[in-house]
């Protein structure tokens, strides 16, 4: 740990910006280009302007972030921590520039330059810091903490390379690692002072009647801060990243000087495994162990951070539920419960007991998904050797669960044969348990916790997710943003209810006008911003048709292709019936080893390739796949879409987010009643949504049936034809037979009940284009959407998790 320096008499109020006039605003620009970049504006690059301005940017952040650090500390409150192994935090810089106030001016002193705001900020590159709706989930959670003022701290880990980067060969998804920490990163801040030691596998020792751990291997946990600041800059929380690195004395110079680089430097490499990639392949036992040295890696370094900083204010730590709240989002950070107790017992003189009292109501678990494969279990030998001191308070959980509750089957225990199932772990150790909408809630105390919830009643909650209006309406949409203030007024950014305003004019030709052409100008913004990027040209007078989401079997992307290969043979069939244009879009990735997710994902692109070059529909149907879909792209692609494809089969979905910011953002929903849909349904009223498709009680009943599959194969003709085009090769003319797995799991098994649906699926589809055809129903249908989003915002989400979780106070 590093010494701090005082200097006394000096406060960091005395170093306070002036107000960021254009005037003042041009010189800290150019104070920072010179001073901080090195570069004079003749010589200047694209890359050295946007370092300049994220500069002057996070000077301003700077002030709120110290104060309410002061006024925490002062005030002495309490404190959320956020564990959670993904913040898919997007692109900062004009982010930042509207929660402070900043962007009109920043705009002013840009154009004085010659300058594009626009230009430069996407030339930021992405974080790589997350995979899909759980990471933009945490980072949504961080601003709104911060925009209603809930002191706290978000913990991850600061991925080197992240997931991956996504490209298409020949329509196959090929993974290249992300680097999006190439040219640097202008956001965070670096803090030696608060490294801390993290210990992996060796043994377990009893000494004077205590069990000591003797780790074989120890790695320093780096952290780097970025600020989060709240809309208005009147709050700002942390974002605190871990990176791993080698211990100094684990360097072996002499080996080194004698010629072994590599030997020498092995401590490095494995120490920067840990962070260098999210999510490794755990389909191996090695990827296995790291997966969980990750995980542990996380929560270790976090717990330690935690303890220490209450300790600086505070002697007694059987009252750290009174000033502390951990969250662990998802089950990934589960093994935070045996971590803080090993710590309070072993380094801190704890009773057991007391120790797991302490740690349960420190605690919450957020749960994000029914997937058995999803809620990791982690061997017996994998856990002894990784985490041996971790294992044996697991055990002891275990066994004292026993004797407390009666036998319980192996599934519903902590250890049940040679699993450690981290489910349960995370349940166990936790004072409130949470799900993510209201149909997931109930899942979760139905099919995944019954035994738990019987035996903690009160335990399990449910608080929907939500999103922040300020990054997916504000930010992503700024023309239909100008409408609605046009509209209804300021102050909705961090007043979502109020959009209900636009209400009574859902039926007025002059608003559905002006809401209709900030749609036709962000699909236009889509559009060419797809030309430039990947040389896709599309029309925008087609209905924009979206699903973007992690490619999983269970989010549908099949059924989604094998309409469009019906709606493409029925235009074939029929091309002057007057059908809408169309243009279907996918985007996500697929896991390195999800093998049907990658054919699925091959499957759009082949079909895409044929569609797209048929003379006879290609203007009515066009197939696109944009590569590496992430914030970025969702930013301009969701303002742009009229329709959202909401899919999943039911029951199978925790929540979504996606779904929340295409309705936002003024496009329809098709979608089954699972996870948010169910909500959302509810809040723009059922007229305003295309529902279709078995209710999950209906899809437990289907499964039952004997040949369900080939049964509703055999009942639709159009599915029968779409499947016979595959399977003759229509698709993959070079290997007829590419898709031979994928339709064999059609016939005979398909448990996500994708034949099931496809007839209700295809009649909502018909839904959807007598709608569209008639543009005053479409725009007032959308309108309401907008209108009645309000619920979704992941301020209200917060405040819920605040109340009901948390039991803490908002600082503002």
């Known amino acids: 740990m590093s010494e701090s320096f005082a200097v006394p008499g000096i406060r960091s109020d005395d170093l306070s910006l002036p107000e960021p006039t254009p005037e003042h605003f041009r010189w800290s620009l150019l104070h920072h280009l010179q001073y901080t970049v090195g570069k004079s504006p003749e010589h200047a690059s694209k890359f050295d302007w946007r370092m300049a301005l994220s500069h002057a940017i996070r000077d301003r952040a700077v002030n ?165 600041v709240g809309y208005g800059g009147r709050w700002a929380n942390t974002l605190r990243l871990w990176a791993a690195m080698p211990n100094a004395d684990l360097f072996d110079l002499a080996r080194f000087n004698s010629g072994e680089f590599a030997a020498a430097s092995e401590p490095e ?49 059987t009252r750290l539920p009174e000033y502390v709240a951990i969250q662990m989002n998802d089950t990934h950070p589960a093994i935070a419960g045996p971590e803080l107790i090993r710590l309070l017992v072993d380094e801190h003189g704890f009773g057991f007991d007391a120790a797991v009292d302490v740690a349960t109501r420190v605690l919450g678990y957020t749960n994000h998904t029914l997937l058995p494969e999803a809620l990791e279990r982690w061997t017996v030998d994998l856990m002894r050797k990784v985490l041996p001191r971790h294992l044996q308070i697991i055990e002891r959980l275990d066994t004292q669960f026993v004797e407390l509750q009666g036998s319980r089957p192996d599934p519903v225990r902590l250890i049940g044969g040679d699993q450690v199932n981290m489910g349960d772990l995370a349940f166990a150790t936790s004072h409130r348990v949470n799900g993510v909408s209201a149909l997931h809630s109930e899942l979760v105390r139905k099919d995944l916790f019954p035994v738990h919830d019987e035996l903690h009643p009160d335990r399990i909650v449910n608080i929907t997710n939500g999103i922040t209006p300020r990054r997916w309406l504000r930010l992503a949409n700024p023309h239909l943003s100008r409408l609605i203030t046009d509209t209804i007024g300021e102050g909705w950014e961090t007043d979502l209810e109020r959009l209900r305003g636009l209400e009574q004019h859902a039926d007025d030709p002059a608003f559905q006008a002006a809401f ?22 599309l029309p925008t007078n087609a209905l924009f048709d979206a699903q973007v989401k992690r490619l999983h079997e269970y989010k549908r992307q099949l059924l989604n292709i094998l309409w469009t290969i019906a709606h493409w043979q029925r235009i074939k069939r029929d091309p002057g019936a007057g059908w809408v244009p169309r243009v279907k879009i996918f985007g996500g990735k697929a896991a390195p080893s999800y093998h049907t997710a990658k054919d699925i994902i091959r499957l759009i692109n082949d079909v895409g390739q044929v569609v797209n070059n048929d003379p006879e529909t290609r203007d009515l149907l066009r197939v696109v796949y944009p590569p590496n879909y992430g914030v970025s792209m969702a930013e301009k692609l969701i303002p742009a879409a009229d329709l959202s494809e909401q899919i999943s089969t039911a029951g199978m979905e925790a929540s979504g987010t996606g779904n929340m910011k295409f309705a936002l953002n003024g496009a ?24 279709f498709g078995l209710t999950a009680d209906e899809v437990a009943a289907r499964r039952a049936e004997p040949d369900h599959a080939r049964a509703a194969i055999e009942r639709s003709q159009p599915l029968q034809d779409v499947l016979q085009a595959i399977a003759e090769g229509t698709f993959s003319p070079d290997e007829t037979h590419r898709y031979g797995g994928l339709l064999d799991l059609m016939w005979n098994s398909d448990w996500f009940l994708v034949a099931s649906d496809f007839d209700a699926y295809d009649a909502a589809q018909g839904e959807v284009e007598r709608a569209y055809r008639d543009p005053q129903h479409w725009q007032r249908m959308a309108i309401l959407n907008v209108a009645r989003m309000g619920y979704f915002s992941s301020d209200r989400s917060i405040r819920e998790y605040m109340s009901e979780i948390w039991d803490i106070a908002p600082a503002l």
């Open 668 to 691: 329809l929903t098709i979608g089954t009643l699972d996870g948010a849909n169910i909500e959302i349904r509810e809040q723009v009223g059922p007229e305003n949504f295309f529902l």
């Open 516 to 537: 209709g052409r900030t749609k036709h100008l962000a699909k236009e913004g889509f559009a060419g911003w797809l030309a430039d990027e990947h040389g896709i040209e």
């Open 269 to 317: 490499a494995l120490a920067r495994s840990l962070s260098r990639v999210l999510y490794p392949n755990d389909t191996t036992e090695g990827g296995k162990e790291l997966r969980l040295s990750q995980e542990y890696f996380l929560t270790s370094a976090s717990v330690q951070d935690i303890l220490r900083r209450y300790l600086a204010a505070h002697d007694d730590l």
């Open 64 to 228: 709120p972030w110290f104060a309410s650090t002061r006024r925490t500390w002062a005030e002495d409150r309490k404190r959320v921590y956020y564990l959670s192994m993904e913040f898919l935090i997007g692109r900062l810089l004009e982010d930042l520039a509207i929660n402070l106030g900043l962007r009109d001016v920043v705009v002013e002193v840009l154009d004085g330059f010659g300058l594009s705001f626009a230009d430069i900020a996407e030339d930021e590159p992405d974080a790589a810091l997350g995979n899909g709706g759980l990471g933009r989930l945490a980072a949504c959670y961080l601003e709104s903490m911060a925009t209603v003022g809930c002191p706290a701290y978000g913990y991850g880990l600061r991925y080197e390379h992240g997931l991956f980067e996504q490209r298409f060969e020949h329509g196959r998804q090929i993974e290249t690692p992300e680097n999006w920490l190439a040219e640097g990163t202008p956001w965070d801040f670096t803090r030696p002072e608060s490294a801390y030691q993290v210990g992996f596998g060796g043994e377990v020792a009893e000494e004077d009647g205590h069990q000591l751990w003797r780790p074989r291997s120890r790695v320093l946990a780096a952290a780097h801060d970025t600020p989060v």
